[in-house]
């Protein structure tokens, strides 16, 4: 079907582990978008990527990596989770001037 | 500091009645502006947007306001209806330039009484 998936859903892991998030985007956007969501933030920007191999820093970048192969998939990867990292993670996609369209969101709870 | 600014927590509104969701901005090249709406446990969806050379945009029962002097949108949503309870989130972007980044306020929950 076409739309933006995000895999796993949910995810429990433990401190110092290192855990991929993936998203994958049938609409063959340029833009792609990795955003968490926590209580009193609202979505904050991790990372984001224009095109294929075209990555760049969002507001909160510490701590994750990103790649994009393809301009389908966005994987982010937190390298040794930590407990600050416990949120809900959105993947977001779209063209250059127009909305981003997200994900249903993966909840990682880092114990 | 924060360039998108929601400052009412929550809303609560009658059904049938008009809810006005307000948004204020900081960041001048700002020219582009969306409204998402977001329920539990689900992304957030695309509402409506707005550029900066208009001054309203409307689409059925929403209708998006910018106010560019005061630095100042609203959502309004008429009639309310009881779906319309989630989370809404303001967003801008300075449309010029290349990353479409999107800065978001922290979002105010909505809630229709039936």
């Known amino acids: 079907d076409a739309g933006i998936t995000q895999s796993p859903r949910y995810k429990i892991t433990e401190t110092g582990r290192q855990v991929t998030l993936m998203c994958h985007q049938t609409w063959s956007h340029s833009y792609m978008f990795w955003y968490r969501q926590d209580l009193g933030h609202g979505l904050r920007l991790i990372y984001y990527s224009a095109a294929a191999d075209i990555t760049d820093k969002g507001e909160v970048p510490d701590g994750y990596v990103v790649s994009r192969s393809k301009t389908e998939n966005f994987p982010l990867t937190l390298e040794s989770a930590t407990r600050s990292q416990t949120s809900v993670y959105f993947c977001?996609?779209?063209?250059?001037?127009?909305?981003?369209?997200f994900g249903p969101g993966t909840r990682l709870t880092v114990l | 500091d924060q360039q998108v600014k929601q400052n009412s927590p929550s809303l609560s509104v009658q059904e049938g009645r008009i809810s006005i969701l307000n948004c204020d901005y900081t960041?001048?090249?700002?020219?582009?502006f969306l409204w998402y709406k977001k329920y539990p446990a689900e992304g957030p969806t695309f509402l409506i947007s707005?550029?900066?050379?208009?001054d309203k945009n409307e689409d059925g029962r929403f209708t998006v306001f910018l106010n560019k002097s005061a630095k100042h949108l609203s959502l309004h949503i008429v009639p309310s209806q009881p779906g319309d309870s989630a989370v809404y989130f303001c967003a801008a972007s300075p449309l010029t330039g290349a990353n479409s980044k999107l800065t978001f306020g922290k979002g105010i929950t909505l809630s229709v009484r039936p």
């Open positions: 960041n001048s090249m700002f020219d582009y």
């Open positions: 707005i550029s900066s050379i208009k």
């Open positions: 977001a996609s779209g063209i250059a001037g127009g909305p981003q369209y």
